[in-house]
Protein backbone atom coordinates (compact mmCIF):
# COMPACT_ATOMS: atom_id res chain seq x y z
CA UNK A 1 0.00 0.00 0.00
CA UNK A 2 1.60 3.20 -1.07
CA UNK A 3 2.14 6.21 1.17
CA UNK A 4 -0.50 9.08 1.73
CA UNK A 5 0.71 12.26 0.39
CA UNK A 6 0.89 15.02 1.80
CA UNK A 7 -1.87 17.98 2.91
CA UNK A 8 -0.39 20.25 -0.03
CA UNK A 9 -0.05 19.74 -3.69
CA UNK A 10 2.29 20.67 -6.14
CA UNK A 11 0.88 22.26 -9.25
CA UNK A 12 3.44 21.88 -11.69
CA UNK A 13 3.62 23.24 -15.58
CA UNK A 14 5.97 22.84 -18.42
CA UNK A 15 6.17 25.01 -21.18
CA UNK A 16 7.86 22.75 -24.08
CA UNK A 17 8.73 22.88 -27.92
CA UNK A 18 6.50 20.36 -28.26
CA UNK A 19 5.27 17.29 -26.71
CA UNK A 20 7.72 14.38 -27.52
CA UNK A 21 9.37 13.72 -24.21
CA UNK A 22 12.29 12.42 -26.06
CA UNK A 23 12.62 14.90 -28.62
CA UNK A 24 11.34 18.35 -27.37
CA UNK A 25 12.91 20.62 -24.72
CA UNK A 26 11.84 21.91 -21.45
CA UNK A 27 11.77 25.90 -21.85
CA UNK A 28 10.16 27.33 -18.96
CA UNK A 29 8.75 25.29 -15.25
CA UNK A 30 6.70 27.01 -12.60
CA UNK A 31 4.88 25.62 -9.44
CA UNK A 32 2.95 26.43 -6.73
CA UNK A 33 2.14 25.09 -3.27
CA UNK A 34 -1.28 25.06 -1.88
CA UNK A 35 -3.34 23.74 0.25
CA UNK A 36 -6.77 21.57 -0.18
CA UNK A 37 -8.47 24.91 -0.22
CA UNK A 38 -6.27 26.08 -2.83
CA UNK A 39 -4.65 28.74 -1.19
CA UNK A 40 -1.39 29.79 -2.61
CA UNK A 41 1.56 28.84 -0.18
CA UNK A 42 4.47 29.72 -2.16
CA UNK A 43 5.15 29.59 -5.86
CA UNK A 44 8.30 28.69 -8.24
CA UNK A 45 9.92 29.75 -11.17
CA UNK A 46 12.71 28.87 -13.99
CA UNK A 47 13.98 29.09 -17.13
CA UNK A 48 15.69 26.37 -18.87
CA UNK A 49 18.92 27.31 -21.16
CA UNK A 50 18.87 24.98 -24.03
CA UNK A 51 21.60 25.37 -26.42
CA UNK A 52 21.06 27.87 -29.58
CA UNK A 53 21.49 24.84 -32.07
CA UNK A 54 19.36 22.33 -30.45
CA UNK A 55 16.45 25.67 -29.65
CA UNK A 56 16.39 26.30 -33.48
CA UNK A 57 16.45 22.90 -35.03
CA UNK A 58 13.43 22.09 -32.27
CA UNK A 59 11.64 24.97 -33.01
CA UNK A 60 11.70 24.44 -37.31
CA UNK A 61 10.62 21.06 -36.89
CA UNK A 62 7.55 21.97 -34.68
CA UNK A 63 4.89 23.55 -36.48
CA UNK A 64 2.93 23.29 -33.95
CA UNK A 65 4.70 25.48 -30.98
CA UNK A 66 4.58 28.39 -33.31
CA UNK A 67 0.78 27.83 -33.39
CA UNK A 68 0.07 27.87 -30.07
CA UNK A 69 2.33 30.33 -28.34
CA UNK A 70 1.31 33.32 -30.67
CA UNK A 71 2.25 36.38 -27.77
CA UNK A 72 3.80 34.50 -25.56
CA UNK A 73 6.61 32.57 -27.77
CA UNK A 74 8.99 35.58 -28.28
CA UNK A 75 9.44 35.88 -24.20
CA UNK A 76 9.81 31.84 -24.48
CA UNK A 77 12.44 32.24 -26.80
CA UNK A 78 14.04 35.63 -25.89
CA UNK A 79 14.47 34.36 -21.53
CA UNK A 80 16.58 30.92 -22.76
CA UNK A 81 19.79 33.17 -22.64
CA UNK A 82 18.87 33.41 -18.99
CA UNK A 83 18.16 30.34 -18.22
CA UNK A 84 19.84 27.72 -16.00
CA UNK A 85 20.42 23.57 -16.67
CA UNK A 86 18.17 21.07 -16.28
CA UNK A 87 20.39 19.70 -12.96
CA UNK A 88 20.14 23.41 -11.63
CA UNK A 89 15.98 23.60 -12.42
CA UNK A 90 15.71 19.86 -10.32
CA UNK A 91 17.72 20.86 -7.53
CA UNK A 92 15.60 24.18 -7.35
CA UNK A 93 12.44 22.44 -7.40
CA UNK A 94 13.57 19.31 -5.06
CA UNK A 95 14.74 22.24 -2.72
CA UNK A 96 11.39 24.01 -2.82
CA UNK A 97 9.59 21.01 -1.89
CA UNK A 98 12.01 20.37 0.93
CA UNK A 99 10.61 23.76 2.03
CA UNK A 100 6.94 22.92 1.63
CA UNK A 101 6.12 19.73 1.75
CA UNK A 102 6.91 16.84 4.44
CA UNK A 103 10.08 14.75 3.60
CA UNK A 104 8.39 11.49 4.86
CA UNK A 105 5.63 12.01 2.25
CA UNK A 106 5.02 11.47 -1.46
CA UNK A 107 4.28 14.68 -3.07
CA UNK A 108 0.58 14.78 -5.23
CA UNK A 109 1.42 16.56 -8.72
CA UNK A 110 -1.38 18.66 -9.87
CA UNK A 111 -2.07 20.67 -12.97
CA UNK A 112 -3.80 20.18 -16.67
CA UNK A 113 -2.98 17.32 -18.59
CA UNK A 114 -0.34 16.59 -15.51
CA UNK A 115 0.44 13.33 -17.33
CA UNK A 116 1.99 15.13 -20.20
CA UNK A 117 4.18 17.26 -18.09
CA UNK A 118 4.65 13.78 -15.93
CA UNK A 119 6.51 12.33 -19.10
CA UNK A 120 8.93 15.16 -19.33
CA UNK A 121 9.79 14.59 -15.66
CA UNK A 122 10.56 10.91 -16.24
CA UNK A 123 12.47 11.64 -18.34
CA UNK A 124 14.75 14.77 -17.45
CA UNK A 125 14.30 14.54 -13.50
CA UNK A 126 14.38 11.16 -11.96
CA UNK A 127 15.40 12.76 -8.67
CA UNK A 128 12.00 14.82 -8.53
CA UNK A 129 10.14 11.76 -10.29
CA UNK A 130 10.86 9.83 -7.15
CA UNK A 131 9.84 12.54 -5.00
CA UNK A 132 6.19 12.50 -6.32
CA UNK A 133 3.30 10.10 -5.38
CA UNK A 134 2.43 7.80 -8.39
CA UNK A 135 -1.09 9.44 -8.20
CA UNK A 136 -1.77 12.65 -9.90
CA UNK A 137 -4.56 15.62 -9.85
CA UNK A 138 -5.28 15.91 -13.33
CA UNK A 139 -7.76 18.77 -13.86
CA UNK A 140 -8.07 17.75 -17.22
CA UNK A 141 -10.32 14.57 -16.21
CA UNK A 142 -12.84 16.97 -14.77
CA UNK A 143 -12.65 19.07 -17.93
CA UNK A 144 -13.71 15.90 -19.78
CA UNK A 145 -16.38 14.74 -17.55
CA UNK A 146 -18.25 18.31 -16.61
CA UNK A 147 -18.48 18.67 -20.47
CA UNK A 148 -19.27 15.15 -21.68
CA UNK A 149 -21.33 14.93 -19.07
CA UNK A 150 -23.01 17.87 -17.95
CA UNK A 151 -22.31 20.35 -20.77
CA UNK A 152 -20.86 22.63 -18.56
CA UNK A 153 -17.80 24.10 -19.63
CA UNK A 154 -14.48 26.32 -18.12
CA UNK A 155 -12.99 29.33 -20.09
CA UNK A 156 -9.79 29.28 -19.42
CA UNK A 157 -7.18 32.37 -19.72
CA UNK A 158 -4.85 31.68 -22.94
CA UNK A 159 -1.51 33.32 -21.55
CA UNK A 160 0.70 30.26 -21.89
CA UNK A 161 2.97 30.77 -19.71
CA UNK A 162 3.55 28.37 -16.73
CA UNK A 163 2.87 30.15 -13.97
CA UNK A 164 -0.23 31.64 -15.21
CA UNK A 165 -1.13 28.11 -16.94
CA UNK A 166 -1.28 26.92 -12.92
CA UNK A 167 -3.31 29.42 -11.60
CA UNK A 168 -5.60 29.09 -14.75
CA UNK A 169 -5.56 25.21 -13.71
CA UNK A 170 -6.75 25.82 -10.05
CA UNK A 171 -9.17 28.49 -11.31
CA UNK A 172 -10.65 25.19 -13.51
CA UNK A 173 -11.34 22.85 -10.81
CA UNK A 174 -12.23 25.63 -8.33
CA UNK A 175 -15.04 25.95 -10.98
CA UNK A 176 -15.79 22.48 -11.27
CA UNK A 177 -16.50 21.82 -7.47
CA UNK A 178 -19.13 24.88 -6.82
CA UNK A 179 -20.61 22.93 -9.41
CA UNK A 180 -20.72 19.74 -6.86
CA UNK A 181 -23.94 19.22 -4.44
Known sequence: MAKRTSGKILWLDLEMTGLSADDDLILEVAAIATDWNFKEIATYH???KNTKKALTERLATNA???DYHTDSRDGL???NKNGK???????????????HFKASKPVL????????????????WPR???????????????????????KKKFTKPD???????????????????????
Not at 85 to 99: C, G, K, N, P, R
Open 46 to 48: GIV
Open 64 to 66: AFW
Open 159 to 181: AHRALDDIRGSIMELQYYLTKIK
Open 77 to 79: IDQ
Open 128 to 150: LDARLHYRMLDVSAWKVVFDGKF
Open 85 to 99: SLTEIEDEILAFISE
Open 109 to 124: LGGNSIHMDRRFIVSN
